[in-house]
């Protein structure tokens, strides 16, 4: 080597000490904090190509003044090309400080969240108007399961835990605090607790075959390049994507399975001699309908959530058959049809555990929850109970043992306390 050649590297290296510094410098930003602040006044607004797109953005020149952290009441500068705003906006800006000390504001989101309150605060009105002291049992238990996933499935899932199987329980968990805490300690509810479950446990198990058969990897959005980069790639993203179909049919299946327990509850208490076969098959119409209806709205919540996506592939030059191959839709897919199955699956099991349950049990229809009694002639059955009941036999089955009937109600209308005799003198007449 020669000495122009020795002098020409080692000048190269220096440079790249000295200069490479300095030119890190111009570009370093570090973030300080992120501050609310006021729109004061719009001093320009105009239109700005983007370059390469052919589309044009609004771009603002306005000056802000800074509601909190260290700046608190100062008046600066700020250049917004996000979201069209107007004097008097609340929003939120970053304060970012370059490696020489100059400060400067970036524009972060509007800020949103009075409308979500009184959002919030209109929905649990509304549902404690309609349902009363159930309603306001509703919304705890609401905030009960938004607790347990904030509190107890995100850190769960954090900490390394299965997706899957810790979305299984968190799940089993949201749905006893949703039913016991709302409904009550009651056998339907019971009921629909192991129905739900059940077909819970059985759409986890449908789902994670598929999704092994389709070999999906879990990066089915850029949320998840950027969850994996933020963990290191400790999470399992495909568990991730059984865990979030768990978790998404808890709603649907806890309506649809209360709804069946309630039906074959009310059709035993409107005829106390149907058995298993009647009220299963009479609730199992019902279900049949309801299921309709929710498998559609299932699938129209999900393409509504997928509207940008669906609109992107629409430009795309490939076949739908192609389209559909893609994970990302494929996984949409997969949700719905899931999704769907385990509606279909609730149905029968919590219709079949009811049926079962209440086939020979006696509810009484002006009671919320039923009770039971024996059939037989050895058990001893309350007057009041007794009575009820042979008022239905003689109501579903015309005029069979009238004459018995009738003197029952002759005792009980001379035994029975005064304030009773109108309600049991229109009985006679009656009869």
Same mark, same amino acid.
């Given at each position: 080597?020669? #000495?122009?050649?020795?002098?020409?590297?080692?000048?190269?290296?220096?440079?790249? =000490?000295?200069?490479?510094?300095?030119?890190?410098?111009?570009?370093?930003?570090? =973030?300080?904090?992120?501050?609310?602040?006021?729109?004061?006044?719009?001093?320009?607004?105009?239109?700005? &190509? $983007?370059?390469?797109? @052919?589309?044009?953005?609004?771009?603002?020149?306005?000056?802000?003044?800074?509601?909190?952290? #260290?700046?608190?009441?100062?008046?600066?500068? %700020?250049?917004?090309?996000?979201?069209?705003?107007?004097?008097?906006?609340?929003?939120?800006?970053?304060?970012?400080?370059?490696?020489?000390?100059?400060?400067?504001?970036?524009?972060?989101?509007?800020?949103?969240?009075?409308?979500?309150?009184? %959002?919030?605060?209109? =929905?649990?009105?509304?549902?404690? !108007?309609?349902?009363?002291?159930?309603?306001?049992?509703?919304?705890?238990? #609401?905030?009960?399961?938004?607790?347990?996933?904030?509190?107890?499935?995100?850190?769960?899932?954090?900490?390394?835990?299965?997706?899957?199987?810790?979305?299984?329980?968190?799940?089993?968990?949201?749905?006893?605090?949703?039913?016991?805490?709302?409904?009550?300690?009651?056998?339907?509810?019971?009921?629909?607790?192991?129905?739900?479950?059940?077909?819970?446990?059985?759409?986890?198990?449908?789902?994670?075959?598929?999704?092994? !058969?389709?070999?999906?990897?879990?990066?089915?959005?850029?949320?998840?390049?950027?969850?994996?980069?933020?963990?290191?790639?400790?999470? &399992?993203?495909?568990?991730?994507?059984?865990?979030?179909?768990?978790?998404?049919?808890?709603?649907?299946?806890?309506?649809?399975?209360?709804?069946?327990?309630?039906?074959?509850?009310?059709?035993?208490?409107?005829?106390?001699?149907?058995?298993?076969?009647?009220?299963?098959?009479?609730?199992?119409?019902? @279900?049949?309908?309801?299921?309709?209806?929710?498998?559609?709205?299932?699938?129209?919540?999900?393409?509504?959530?997928?509207?940008?996506?669906?609109?992107?592939?629409?430009?795309? &030059?490939?076949?739908?058959?192609?389209?559909?191959?893609?994970?990302? #839709?494929?996984?949409?897919?997969?949700? $719905?049809?899931?999704?769907? $199955?385990?509606?279909?699956?609730?149905?029968?099991?919590?219709?079949?555990?009811?049926?079962?349950?209440?086939?020979?049990?006696?509810? &009484?229809?002006?009671?919320?929850?039923?009770?039971?009694?024996?059939?037989?002639?050895?058990?001893?059955?309350?007057?009041?109970?007794?009575?009820?009941?042979?008022?239905?036999?003689?109501?579903?089955?015309?005029?069979?043992?009238?004459?018995? $009937?009738?003197?029952?109600?002759?005792?009980?209308?001379?035994?029975?306390?005064?304030?009773?005799?109108?309600?049991?003198?229109?009985?006679?007449?009656?009869?």
């Amino acid at each position: 080597m020669n #000495l122009k050649s020795f002098v020409g590297v080692w000048l190269f290296l220096c440079l790249s =000490f000295f200069v490479s510094p300095v030119q890190a410098q111009e570009v370093h930003q570090e =973030f300080q904090e992120t501050v609310k602040a006021e729109v004061i006044e719009i001093t320009a607004q105009y239109e700005r &190509d $983007i370059m390469g797109t @052919g589309a044009t953005t609004t771009v603002q020149e306005m000056r802000i003044q800074i509601k909190g952290g #260290l700046r608190e009441g100062e008046v600066v500068r %700020l250049d917004n090309d996000l979201v069209v705003l107007e004097e008097g906006d609340k929003i939120f800006v970053n304060r970012l400080q370059s490696i020489d000390g100059a400060e400067y504001y970036v524009f972060k989101d509007v800020e949103r969240r009075l409308p979500l309150l009184i %959002l919030v605060g209109i =929905f649990v009105l509304l549902v404690i !108007w309609l349902s009363g002291m159930q309603g306001v049992r509703a919304v705890l238990s #609401l905030g009960l399961s938004i607790g347990s996933i904030i509190f107890l499935l995100i850190p769960a899932l954090l900490a390394g835990y299965s997706p899957a199987l810790t979305s299984l329980v968190i799940a089993g968990l949201i749905l006893s605090v949703t039913l016991f805490f709302t409904h009550g300690f009651k056998p339907r509810v019971f009921i629909t607790f192991l129905g739900t479950f059940g077909a819970v446990f059985a759409t986890c198990v449908i789902a994670w075959i598929w999704v092994e !058969w389709m070999r999906f990897t879990g990066f089915s959005d850029d949320s998840s390049v950027y969850l994996n980069f933020a963990t290191g790639g400790t999470i &399992d993203l495909t568990g991730l994507l059984l865990g979030g179909i768990i978790i998404g049919l808890l709603g649907v299946l806890d309506d649809v399975s209360i709804t069946q327990a309630s039906v074959v509850q009310e059709l035993k208490g409107a005829n106390p001699q149907f058995g298993f076969k009647d009220l299963y098959q009479r609730a199992l119409r019902v @279900g049949r309908d309801h299921v309709g209806s929710l498998v559609n709205t299932l699938a129209l919540a999900y393409a509504g959530a997928s509207l940008p996506m669906l609109l992107l592939f629409a430009y795309s &030059d490939s076949s739908m058959i192609m389209l559909v191959n893609q994970e990302v #839709l494929a996984a949409e897919v997969l949700r $719905i049809v899931v999704g769907s $199955i385990g509606l279909i699956l609730a149905v029968p099991f919590t219709t079949a555990m009811a049926a079962w349950y209440f086939k020979d049990k006696f509810v &009484d229809p002006n009671e919320d929850a039923g009770h039971s009694h024996g059939h037989s002639h050895g058990h001893a059955v309350p007057a009041e109970a007794e009575h009820s009941h042979k008022e239905h036999q003689h109501e579903h089955s015309g005029h069979e043992h009238h004459d018995h $009937i009738h003197d029952e109600h002759e005792h009980d209308h001379h035994e029975h306390k005064p304030h009773d005799h109108k309600h049991h003198a229109h009985a006679h007449h009656n009869h």
